[in-house]
């Protein structure tokens, strides 16, 4: 009977398909720091993104389910400003001309709670403002990837630079 219930509960579980916000990872090096971020990718799926799915001037996960993480092996410079290595949950602040990223210090938690955002802010580490970059190619996917000029988060029409150095 047992050997039945997990049989059933394993094509259940295949039926149900990929998850809508597969888990996705980055890997990359700048200056000689090993970066990791992990996140969940969403897509766009004909809605509008920002200042629509994901509004202006609220915090948001960087990401779907858990917050997105980022790892550095050493510390590093973002904007200018320095990180020490570790690994933090990272939460934007988008806006239409520019966005807040924060490297928040608690990592495993839920992306959001009741009150929207589960962000401590207590427990920001850094706080970065950049420009985002309006692109004519439709990114499906929210995607990050690393670069040697740092992290770069791509998703609809735009695609958001930070640099690391």
Known sequence: MLVLGLLFTSNAM????????????????????????????????????????????KDWRAGANEATVFTTSK????????????SYSIYAVPGEKTWKIIFNGETGQWGTN?????????KDVLTVTVTPVKT???????????????????WENLKVPVAIK
Do not use: C, F, H
Request: proline fraction near 8%.
């Open 14 to 57: 295949m039926a149900q398909g990929a998850k809508p916000s597969p888990a996705a990872t980055a890997t990359g090096s700048v200056n000689g720091a090993d970066i990791t971020v992990k996140y969940s990718s969403p897509a766009v799926k004909g809605r509008k993104i920002w200042g629509g799915l994901v509004p202006y001037d």
């Open 75 to 86: 510390k590093i410079m973002v904007e200018g400003k320095p990180l020490a290595a570790g």
């Open 114 to 122: 009741k009150e929207g955002s589960s962000r401590v802010p207590a």
């Open 136 to 154: 004519n190619m439709l990114e499906e996917r929210l995607k990050y990837d690393i670069t040697p000029q740092g992290l770069v988060l791509s």
